[in-house]
């Protein structure tokens, strides 16, 4: 702060009258600590020389229990006008002191004044870096008034001394700061509402590309320039100079003309519904791939999925309901040994249906399902500790933070997924790790798997609510009941064979869970969803053991 004319330095005190101080002092710094005013016991503080401009007295302590105001003329520190003070302290010896406003008093030239003329604060800026300056500002006000300097880098550097610096301004300036300030925060509250992605753009002047010899990154061998391989179509080049764009190939890759494309992904679609693509090798359409068995149709599957317009429901819809896919999937030893995997077609598919699947036909027979569409990822139930031993810290995906209600239901497609540990019930059932490339999801069989589906807290609440229906919709006998859940689960009815299993095992049941009702409170309190109170729990735990042993049938889990 530039001392003014006719300047005294001034502060606020208030002394505790139950613990007052011995001294209490102000100093100024200006080149150093060199200007101090002591009121008070003069000798307890002894910092700079004694009855110098470095430690002044000025009387006794101010009244105590009482705010009074301090007051200085600078000449007696040994100050005059014109100088920049850079920082001043309080200093107390002893007691309970409390300060208030600190500052300085005078008259000034508005001429010579740094906050009210920009020839001022431009002098005084000068041989400096200034705050909020950089580049050629920054240049131009360190260089002083007398820099040669354009009209509009000297009006650029005026309007930062009236926006930034000028007192005058400042006060009138005030209101518009203050709604530009709630004006740029509700903007940032709204751009960061809004999701945000990276998008592409091809730079004005694009890099020299070059083979690199022997795939060392500092040995470029010939230029190239953005092209597809000769024995396919060629690509239509749209760029600047005839240079081909990653649009071009995006339009390249969808063109009614290009052989691969909707080939590669009709295979793919086969491969999900069937178990096996038309092209056995999914991965791999070059030479080092199988012949499709089907070459005619997977031609035709392309062209009507381009004259669809990429419609992946109507190719799915097409698929399902072939005859193809609708045969039994039974077979003779005969037809066994000559096709044993099914390249001819001649029986349906039969395949372990994927972790999703899994997971979502227990949700859908239970009722317990949510088919709301679209929506941030879900975190349904997991185990403890999973996320935890591979999260960063600050990450967050640190912890894992169950979600509650009805997004526990949601498809499985909403659940969340952490790279580094997906959830357990997609591992456990094949499903890839997002941290590989995958076309092909193999398919194991593990103790593991079964251990899940009795256990897992999902898949016992859907038990539960599977339970709750057949009790309500089953009809009234044991045997009506059993018959619902076989038709609801397996679309057949349950052999003599299978009726007497399932009854005997219900009766072991309830005759265990009417001996333990703790049990049978115990069993169906799984999950979050409040069991059928109108239901005896007994009887409602008896069936839930039922219907999880129906939902664990290798024919439930299974696309017959």
């Known amino acids: 702060r530039v001392i003014p004319a006719q300047a005294a330095l001034f502060a606020h005190v208030w002394l505790d009258p139950q613990n007052p101080p011995r001294a209490i002092m102000l100093q100024y710094y200006r080149d150093g600590w060199m200007h101090r005013a002591v009121w008070g016991d003069y000798d307890v503080i002894p910092w700079g020389a004694a009855n110098t401009t470095e430690r002044v007295h000025q009387g006794e302590l101010p009244a105590l229990g009482e705010w009074t105001r301090l007051e200085v003329p600078v000449e007696q520190l040994g100050l005059n006008t014109g100088d920049a003070l850079t920082g001043f302290a309080l200093t107390q010896f002893g007691g309970h002191v409390a300060w208030d406003q600190v500052s300085i008093r005078g008259t000034s030239d508005p001429a010579n004044d740094p906050l009210r003329s920009f020839a001022a604060w431009w002098r005084s800026v000068a041989g400096k870096d200034t705050p909020g300056l950089s580049g050629e500002l920054a240049d131009l006000a ?37 709604e530009l300030a709630r004006l740029q925060a509700e903007r940032t509250a709204l751009e960061a509402s809004i999701p945000s992605t990276f998008v592409y753009r091809d730079l004005d002047q694009p890099r020299d590309a070059f083979v690199m010899l022997r795939g060392a990154y500092d040995k470029p061998g010939e230029g190239v320039q953005p092209a597809v391989p000769a024995v396919l179509p060629p690509l239509t080049a749209t760029g600047a100079n005839g240079r081909a764009t990653r649009l071009d190939l995006a339009r390249w890759l969808v063109a009614p003309e290009h052989p691969l494309t909707a080939r590669v992904t009709v295979n793919r679609f086969w491969q999900q519904v069937f178990g096996t693509g038309l092209v056995k090798t ?28 990429w419609d992946v429901k109507q190719l799915m819809r097409l698929l399902v309901t072939s005859n193809a896919f609708q045969q039994t999937s039974q077979v003779s030893p005969e037809l066994l040994a000559r096709d044993p995997e099914n390249r001819w077609y001649a029986r349906g598919p039969r395949l372990r249906l994927d972790a999703e699947q899994i997971r979502d036909n227990a949700l859908f027979v239970s009722g317990l399902i949510n088919l709301t569409m679209g929506g941030k ?27 509650h209600g009805d997004a ?29 490339f995958c076309t092909r999801r193999e398919r194991s069989n593990t103790p593991l798997q079964a251990l899940q589906l009795m256990n897992d807290v999902q898949h016992v609440e859907a038990a539960r609510e599977l339970a709750a229906r057949m009790l309500r919709e089953g009809g009234d006998s044991a ?44 069993l169906i309190g799984n999950g979050e969803s409040k069991p059928d109170a109108t239901l005896p729990a007994d009887t409602l735990a008896s069936y839930t053991l039922v219907a999880n042993m129906l939902l664990n049938l290798d024919e439930t889990l299974t696309r017959n």
């Open 142 to 178: 360190k260089r002083g008034p007398q820099a040669e300097a354009s009209v509009e880098a000297r009006r650029r550097l005026l309007n930062h001394y009236l926006i930034n610096v000028c007192a005058d301004t400042q006060r009138s300036l005030a209101q518009p700061k203050a």
């Open 479 to 522: 045997e009506s009941r059993i018959a619902w859940a076989y038709r609801l689960l397996l679309t057949r009815e349950p052999a003599a064979e299978e009726l007497a299993i399932v009854q005997a095992q219900l009766t072991a049941h309830t005759n265990r869970y009417a001996a333990d009702l703790a049990a049978a409170q115990q």
């Open 282 to 309: 999914s991965y791999d359409f070059g030479s080092q791939g199988e012949m499709p068995s089907h070459p005619e149709l997977l031609d035709w599957l392309a062209i009507e999925f381009q004259r669809s317009g």
């Open 377 to 403: 990822g879900v975190k349904p139930y997991q185990p403890e500790n999973i996320w935890e031993p591979v999260g960063f810290a600050g990450s967050n995906t640190r912890f894992y933070t169950q979600d």
């Open 408 to 436: 526990l239901y949601r498809r499985s497609i909403y659940t969340f997924i952490k790279r580094t540990a997906p959830a357990p019930f997609l591992s456990n059932f094949d499903a890839p790790n997002r941290e590989q």
